[in-house]
């Protein structure tokens, strides 16, 4: 069973909700950040590790976009 990816989503305030149709992009400074939906319009995103956001790759919960 794979790990989902869960956010803090900023309009509803409601906390580990999890991320759908989630792309896991690098920033400037070398991070990782997860983007996607709460499934209801709202978009959120989360940082992530290394570790953490290899992982959700490599286990298909997430896509790679960089």
Do not use: F, H
């Not at 999890?18 to 690098?26: M, Y």
Request: net charge positive; charged share 25%; aromatic share 4%.
């Amino acid at each position: 069973m794979s790990k989902m990816l869960t956010a803090y989503c900023m309009k509803t305030k409601e906390k580990n909700v999890p991320l759908q149709d989630a792309v896991i992009t690098k920033t400037a400074r070398g991070g990782y950040m997860a983007q996607g939906n709460d499934g209801k319009g709202n978009k959120m995103v989360t940082m992530l590790n290394e570790a953490n956001a290899l992982e959700a790759v490599k286990n298909g919960v997430a896509k790679k976009g960089w």
